[in-house]
């Protein structure tokens, strides 16, 4: 059986990752004009599955991003043969811990020309084992940066276009060489638009607030995972605009995202939040998203994509299905 992680999706088939080569003349890799995604699968023992988080929602958000960098890529043209795709990766990688997997949609073309058409597309993925990537469990120390979020009329917010992660990369450097763990940005005219690669929430007098979508903030899926669950357990919700100084006063303050799960934000700029430890709210979301992701719980199980992983003897796990079995 092949080591977990080692095949990718590349050029229209599965095959080894050492050899899945991009040429330097890749007019992605000159300009940035790819868009991806950030999808994570949970290692579930008890039904010896993969479950893959919202994957209809992260291919959807994929092909949005590639209609606004006009990417043609025949395979997101079906939105069914695009998971099916991941599955399959999934599968032959034969992952049995948590994974963390990049689709990546990109101009294959090779040209100088600084344009979005008539240049060939393709699109990649692959995955890697991923637990918790930073530690979290006590929460964050972030600050606000220097940098500013891009403004969806430089750089498409709502897309996940490669070459906008650099703005991400300088926000996220400046936090750390300065001892945070992470910076949230504002936007050009100085609200709270999110974290450099990850959604923010505060809770102020048990409400729950986020930045509007309107706010140049990436509309995150945990973001919607977590407005769903507090309104499922009638949790009030406001969808606004942030002032800088609300983060000071806030009486609880956490970021989410595929990639850091949710995370409590212990100290703004110094300052700490609520009492400096995780507050009630976020513990609560915290704990029960685990719990939704890992399986654990019936809530929202339409969220996961059981993913039927070989056995040793050659066999499928039981009670696993294809893409979108749930
Ligand atoms: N904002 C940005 C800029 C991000 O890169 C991410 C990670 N995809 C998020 C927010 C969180 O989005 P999601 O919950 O869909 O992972």
């Not at 990718?8 to 330097?24: K, M, N, Q, S």
């Amino acid at each position: 059986m092949t080591a977990p992680g080692t095949i990718c999706y590349y050029d229209g088939r599965f095959g080894p990752l050492a050899e899945a080569r991009v040429p330097i003349t890749t007019h992605a890799f000159n300009y940035g004009t790819g868009c991806f995604e950030g999808i994570r699968a949970y290692w579930n023992e008890a039904a010896g599955c993969l479950q893959v988080i919202r994957l209809p929602e992260h291919v959807r958000r994929l092909a949005n991003s590639a209609r606004v960098l006009r990417l043609q890529c025949p395979d997101l043209e079906s939105p069914e043969r695009a998971q099916e795709v991941i599955c399959e990766l999934l599968r032959r990688n034969a992952f049995r811990t948590d994974v963390y997997i990049r689709p990546i949609v990109y101009k294959s073309g090779s040209t100088i020309q600084v344009t979005l058409s008539g240049i060939e597309s393709d699109w990649c993925v692959y995955a890697v084992g991923m637990g918790d990537y930073v530690d979290t469990k006590d929460g964050l120390d972030v600050l606000v940066s220097t940098w500013r979020r891009i403004d969806d009329n430089a750089i498409p917010a709502r897309a996940k276009p490669t070459g906008a992660y650099l703005n991400a990369a300088l926000a996220s450097d400046e936090a750390r060489s300065r001892g945070a763990a992470e910076a949230i940005m504002l936007t050009g005219d100085g609200h709270v638009a999110e974290a450099a690669s990850s959604n923010l929430f505060v809770v102020e007098d048990g409400i729950l607030i986020t930045s509007p979508v309107s706010d140049d903030v990436l509309v995150g899926i945990t973001r919607d995972c977590v407005l769903r669950m507090a309104r499922s357990r009638s949790l009030a919700v406001e969808e606004r605009r942030i002032d800088r100084s609300e983060l000071f006063v806030a009486d609880e303050a956490f970021l989410c995202g595929t990639g850091v799960q949710i995370a409590p934000v212990r100290s703004v700029d110094g300052r700490p939040i609520g009492g400096g430890r995780p507050g009630p709210v976020t513990t609560m979301l915290r704990d029960w998203y685990q719990q939704i992701v890992r399986g654990q719980v019936d809530d929202f199980s339409e969220w996961r994509t059981p993913i039927a992983v070989a056995t040793a003897d050659g066999g499928a796990t039981a009670g696993a299905a294809g893409a979108g079995g749930q």
